[in-house]
């Protein structure tokens, strides 16, 4: 998806959703960064956004390094 398509379908899901609605959603590192995703997820309605790493979930809960490539993946939380 294009930059406008993903924020068309953020403020769907933030508007579609309703009050203290939750979204899961994963992004590329290398494509947007952690404050243009917070930027854009507020402009399309939600009010908080939370960020990890998948690396550091792999540590977490598989117990050892992870991928290299694990470092090009976010998962986001936000609410409205």
């Known amino acids: 998806l294009d930059d ?3 924020d068309r379908t953020l403020h769907f899901m933030a508007q579609a959703g309703g009050a203290n609605t939750w979204l ?3 992004y590329e590192t290398f ?3 952690t404050a243009s995703i917070t930027e854009r997820v507020a402009a399309a309605g939600f009010s908080s956004l939370s960020t990890v790493g998948c690396a550091e ?6 117990g050892e390094e992870p991928p290299e490539t ?3 993946f976010r998962l ?3 609410r409205t």
């Open 31 to 33: 494509r947007v960064d």
């Open 70 to 72: 694990s470092e090009l």
């Open 57 to 62: 979930l792999h540590r977490q809960f598989l």
């Open 76 to 78: 986001a939380l936000g």
């Open 4 to 6: 406008p398509a993903v």
């Open 24 to 26: 899961v959603f994963n």
